[in-house]
């Protein structure tokens, strides 16, 4: 466990990949099974954190690459400090949207920069802090954009990007499951929401356990 008695997970995947749906299935199944579940994000999981979202989601016009990344880099630095780490020491289980997977994926190969440096920054803002089990939902980019589009809301500044760039987000993503495959669960985000979810429940029950 990262600190504490707690347990961290995070849910990575493109955008459209189904993260939401299954954040909120594990929470309900975690507390119906008495677990005290803090649910929370990246970026916007603090007030601070918030802000920072409404810049690098919703800022109208371009932010530099290593702008952008620096801005992820301090969110995650606030959230883990004052969010994540507080509730793990509780003994909590923490359901977070989106952690440094994102930023090597989004910030490095998207914006193709450097992934190292990238994780590197983020371990660094975060002094070295992991979570327990990362579940990457993958799904096929053009899959991804007609599920984004059937929503009928405005993208934001990422979901924008064309497809070439999710196709680079996503080959890192799994790049990054490759590398360690003691953290990560790769879940085909096209199957069914309750296979998924029951694929996510049998390995977390195996973390609960430990």
Do not use: C
């Amino acid at each position: 466990m990262t600190a504490g008695s707690g347990v961290w997970i995070t849910l990575e995947g493109g955008d459209g990949s189904g993260k939401t749906t299954q954040a909120n299935l594990l929470a309900d199944w975690l507390t119906a099974g008495g677990q005290t579940v803090v649910s929370t994000r990246e970026p916007g999981g603090s007030e601070v954190g918030q802000l920072i979202r409404d810049i690098v989601l919703h800022h109208r016009g371009d932010i530099a690459p290593r702008a952008e990344a620096l801005l992820y880099a301090a969110d995650r630095a606030h959230h883990v400090a004052t969010v994540v780490r507080p509730a793990l020491q509780r003994g909590e289980v923490v359901l977070q949207d989106r952690y440094l997977d994102s930023s090597v994926a989004y910030q490095g190969a998207g914006r193709v920069l450097d992934g190292t440096e990238i994780r590197d920054l983020s371990l660094w803002a975060a002094e070295g802090a992991l979570p327990d089990l990362t579940l990457l939902l993958d799904l096929d980019p053009e899959a991804a954009r007609d599920r984004l589009d059937s929503d009928d809301k405005p993208f934001d500044r990422l979901e924008a990007e064309k497809t070439d760039f999710h196709a680079r987000v996503r080959d890192a993503y799994l790049e990054l499951a490759a590398a360690e495959p003691e953290r990560f669960l790769v879940l085909d985000a096209a199957a069914s929401a309750e296979s998924i979810a029951a694929q996510i429940r049998a390995r977390v029950e195996t973390l609960l356990a430990q």
